[in-house]
């Protein structure tokens, strides 16, 4: 899974009671590397930095299992390119057995009907074998001001079949209906 991160080595091998003011010294660091994938926004003479961290925690017993799965799809999605529709920048962190996944945070608003095309070409018919299994309508944001298209909510990408994502887009179809 990597290297221990700072915040990983100070947890487990020190009292932090003893290091408190070091330790929040690199909490602090930490979060503010985050901030380095935040997209800024400019409105009204200032500027403001968005991130979002979603936690996985695993209830199986398999837990070390997926991690290395999902950390494995993560790290091969960094690689991957959807065309059309693209994905965040993000990092995450496997802690106290939860995958943590910060990405920057796109402002924006669902996709309307004339963009349905665009993910059903980049996404779910796309020739490559690797590609998302969720294709909800909340996942996917056109970034305001611009015409990107993002797929906000990616840990859900592993390889699939065509046969198997054609599947699941027919299914997901109706809520999209529903929303337009």
């Given at each position: 899974m990597g290297t221990m991160s700072k915040i990983q080595?100070?947890?487990?091998?020190?009292?932090?009671?003893?290091y408190a003011d070091t330790f929040q010294y690199f909490v602090a660091e930490a979060?503010?590397?985050?901030?380095?994938?935040?997209?800024?926004y400019y409105t009204q003479g200032r500027r403001t930095n968005f991130t979002l961290t979603k936690c996985i925690e695993y209830l199986d017993d398999d837990i070390e299992e997926k991690?290395?799965?999902?950390?494995?799809?993560?790290?091969?999605l960094k690689k991957d390119s959807f065309n059309r529709v693209r994905v965040?920048?993000?990092?995450?962190?496997?802690?106290?057995?939860?995958?943590?996944?910060t990405?920057?945070?796109?402002k924006g608003?669902?996709?309307?009907k004339s963009k349905i095309p665009i993910i059903e070409e980049d996404v779910i018919y796309r020739k490559n074998s690797w590609s998302f299994a969720d294709?909800?309508?909340r996942n996917y944001i056109?970034?305001?001001?611009?015409?990107?298209?993002?797929?906000?909510d990616f840990d859900t990408y592993r390889q699939i079949s065509i046969e198997d994502r054609k599947i699941l887009w027919e299914k997901q179809r109706l809520d999209w209906k529903s929303y337009i």
């Open positions: 080595y100070w947890k487990q091998n020190l009292d932090l009671g003893k979060r503010h590397e985050k901030q380095k994938l935040a997209r800024s991690l290395v799965f999902r950390t494995e799809c993560l790290d091969r965040p920048n993000f990092e995450y962190e496997v802690l106290n057995g939860k995958l943590y996944i990405s920057e945070y796109i608003k669902y996709l309307n294709y909800n309508y056109q970034e305001e001001r611009t015409e990107n298209i993002y797929m906000v």
